[in-house]
């Protein structure tokens, strides 16, 4: 229930993200919002081809579904020059029910490097969105990063990514700054000196220090860090709820807008705009990583020269994805 509870909240945190690109985006290309709106949900004349074959409305929008990647990119910067994809999730949005599946994949899963990809040998997942960015230039294909990443799921996986999502973790500094900081109550000290420290119990941090304790990884393993970005979410979400922040809202803007990189349009902003009101509590599912069917071990990865620990995957892996992703099915897969 936690791991839900503290999912909810990101994604509430991702869509004012969202809504502020979307009235960025609508700015820059003169769309009538007013127009854009009324078209995508009220005059729907014409379905798709499987639409009218399935006899299916979507409440928003003229599709039943989209699979959007979306990443967290651990990158000091705003360029997306480069950068780690530092947490992976595949979003399944059903527009006509409608539901949400949310099922994340270990970024140390040990892939093939997709084809449009000039580099040679197995890879970890997360680097497939490094080596795919501007400033490392070996993915011959659309959407740098994002795009890449998306091939390696797609060539890997077989499952075919609609759109992508890339959020930098500075966006952490800058809302909480926008935000006038936030309070944590840490249940023990966070040592990653000579970065940062940080003492238990209640504290006041501001966006660089948010910033250093969602990024923590000195003597921490990936679950600890995970923990303390939930600290940091949570402490943020309660700092959105509060009224008083409404007047803040022009600096939200300013702090977010910069820290998304999307293929989403204007008019699929537009339409998860319009899907987001009608979602309940239970209309959102998130799974949890299997770790039960995979195989942790050393394996040596010609990209970095040197045995790396990585996640070792097989069938039912791909049968407990592609179940979950469609399904949401909880349940490990047993090997067929």
């Known amino acids: 229930m936690r791991n839900k509870k503290n999912w909810w909240k990101v994604i509430l945190i991702l869509l004012i993200a969202l809504i502020s690109f979307s009235f960025l985006m609508i700015r820059r290309s003169n769309i009538n919002i007013v127009s854009l709106f009324r078209d995508l949900t009220f005059d729907k004349m014409s379905w798709t081809r499987n639409q009218a074959k399935v006899g299916v409305m979507p409440i928003c929008g003229l599709d039943n579904e989209w699979t959007v990647l979306v990443a967290g990119v651990d990158y000091r910067g705003t360029e997306y020059l480069y950068g780690l994809a530092d947490a992976i999730r595949l979003v399944r949005i059903d527009f006509t029910k409608p539901q949400i599946n949310v099922v994340p994949l270990h970024r140390n899963l040990v892939v093939e490097p997709p084809a449009a990809m000039d580099i040679e040998g197995v890879m970890m997942l997360n680097q497939t969105y490094f080596f795919g960015t501007v400033g490392m230039g070996h993915f011959d294909g659309e959407g740098f990063g994002g795009g890449a990443l998306a091939a ?28 006038g900081g936030i309070e944590v109550d840490l249940p023990t000290e966070v040592d990653d000196r000579p970065v940062a420290y940080f003492p238990p119990g209640k504290q006041s941090l501001n966006g660089t220090q948010a910033l250093n304790l969602a990024r923590a990884r000195r003597n921490y393993s990936d679950s600890f860090r995970i923990s303390s970005q939930s600290i940091v979410l949570n402490a943020i979400f309660d700092r959105v709820n509060d009224p008083a922040i409404l007047l803040r809202l022009p600096d939200i803007y300013q702090a977010v807008s910069g820290s998304i990189l999307t293929d989403l349009s204007a008019a699929d902003i537009a339409t998860l705009l319009c899907l987001t009101p009608r979602l309940k509590s239970e209309s959102l599912f998130f799974a949890e990583p299997p770790l039960d069917i995979l195989v942790s071990e050393y394996q040596f990865i010609p990209n970095m020269s040197q045995q790396m620990m990585i996640y070792r995957w097989d069938a039912r892996f791909l049968n407990w994805l592609t179940t979950t992703l469609r399904h949401g099915q909880t349940e490990s897969v047993a090997a067929e």
């Open 152 to 179: 390696a799921i797609r060539e890997n996986f077989g499952i075919e990514v609609d759109h992508y999502l890339v959020v930098n973790l500075e966006i952490f500094e800058h809302v909480v700054n926008a935000i």
